[in-house]
């Protein structure tokens, strides 16, 4: 059975750095052809799609906050890291994690989802 | 970069059929993917690679995908359907993943 979830503060001031983990179990990101990305959602709008790291630690970001974001991995501890600098307002959102490439080896899906952590980022 | 285009509202009678487009340059030469979300819950995959359905999803529920256009469609909905609805690709070149703005279903 695989599971995600995510972890980290529910509120942040600005311009702090914020940390998120994904601590996730059932799977190895050691195994060829997954990934675990990070996708965001501020209230009432849409997915957002931030960084995804894969098991070969190659790493790609949204060119829009790529100078914010460092994603890492941790594999004996079956762990991602995400981290954004110089937060803003505008970085309130729910975050999520999700597995790539587990429905589907050569599938770019996200099968598989944590269940959100909500940060505020509020002085 | 790629830009997904989504209506921002859908609206069907029970039992009807729903059909959610998500349109993009050439779309047609790139795996669509699409994600159910209910309120205040995590998105759920519900078609992956333009058509294929993941352990669990109904038959009612398909997806194609042609030119520049993909299309979610759900047969013979239900008040359960109701939900907001993502398409996403993933090009592992230079914008790996890409979300459209959503479409909110509502049935009548």
């Known amino acids: 059975q695989i599971t995600l979830k995510e972890s980290g503060p529910t509120l942040v001031k600005p311009t702090q750095t914020l940390t998120l983990t994904c601590t996730f179990s059932g799977f190895s990101l050691s195994t060829r052809g997954l990934g675990v990305g990070w996708i965001r959602q501020p209230p009432g709008k849409a997915l957002e799609w931030l960084a995804l790291i894969y098991w070969d630690d190659d790493k790609r970001y949204s060119p829009s906050l790529k100078s914010r974001l460092t994603i890492s991995k941790d594999t004996s501890k079956d762990q991602v890291v995400l981290t954004v600098t110089n937060v803003d307002p505008l970085d309130t959102a729910t975050y999520y994690c999700?597995?790539?490439?587990?429905?589907?080896?050569?599938?770019?899906?996200?099968?598989?989802w944590g269940q959100g952590t909500m940060v505020t980022v509020s002085s | 970069s790629y830009v997904l285009t989504q209506s921002p509202s859908v609206s069907v009678a029970p039992g009807q059929t729903a059909r959610i487009p998500c349109g993009g340059n050439n779309i047609g030469s790139k795996s669509v993917h699409w994600y159910q979300q209910k309120p205040g819950q995590a998105p759920v995959l519900v078609v992956y690679d333009d058509s294929d359905r993941p352990s669990g999803i109904p038959e009612r529920i398909s997806g194609s995908n042609s030119e520049n256009t993909a299309t979610l469609t759900i047969s013979r909905v239900e008040a359960g359907d109701e939900a907001d609805y993502y398409c996403?690709?993933?090009?592992?070149?230079?914008?790996?993943?890409?979300f459209g703005g959503g479409t909110k279903l509502t049935v009548l």
């Open positions: 999700a597995q790539q490439g587990g429905i589907a080896v050569t599938s770019g899906a996200f099968g598989f």
């Open positions: 996403q690709v993933w090009d592992s070149s230079s914008d790996p993943v890409v």
